[in-house]
């Protein structure tokens, strides 16, 4: 897991529409990367939605949000649609970027241990350094709690 401080690492992942985002294109503005393991899940979709009922908010604070997870162009797409998300779902079916922010590893529940992905947050600031982490991340309310952790990092600058 990347620290407060760290440079966040740039990626280039395609999008539910197919355009292709980076981070470095992003410098000079708030961003939120945000890990989720699976598309049309229960905890995933509540978070998605909070991320999109939140978006105005985002953006007023100047604060771009993308979600990432290993699901596929067509899985993203249709998750998209049918909750009416808009902001990009970023692909990553290769792992890179997952990995690069420690989202993706041995997960273990009930015993079993399996690789898996790691429902991860990370606020990026408009010189590309992590602002702050969030590690298992409870879904509910945490949009608000991102948006609450800008507001507060601008008002210190």
């Known amino acids: ?22 981070l470095s294109d992003q410098l000079g503005s708030w961003v939120v990367v945000y890990f989720y393991p699976k598309d049309d899940t229960p905890g995933c979709t509540t978070e998605a939605c909070q991320f999109r009922d939140a978006l ?4 007023g604070v100047g604060a771009k949000v ?4 290993a699901d596929d162009q067509e899985s ?13 779902l970023l692909v990553d079916p290769e792992l890179t970027t997952l990995k690069a922010y ?4 041995d997960k273990g ?6 690789m898996g992905v790691f429902r991860r947050s990370y606020l990026v600031d408009p010189s590309g350094r992590v602002a702050r982490a969030w590690d298992d991340v ?11 952790a800008i507001q507060e990092l601008k008002a210190a600058a």
């Open 66 to 69: 993308f979600g990432i997870s």
């Open 1 to 22: 897991m990347l620290k407060v401080g760290d440079k966040a690492p740039d990626f280039a992942l395609v999008d539910q529409a197919g355009n292709i985002q980076r």
């Open 76 to 88: 993203h797409l249709a998750f998209a649609r049918k909750y009416d998300l808009n902001f990009p």
């Open 138 to 148: 409870v879904p509910e309310g945490h949009a608000e709690e991102i948006r609450s």
């Open 56 to 59: 105005p908010h985002f953006e």
């Open 102 to 105: 420690g989202a993706y590893g």
């Open 109 to 114: 529940k009930d015993g079993v241990v399996k």
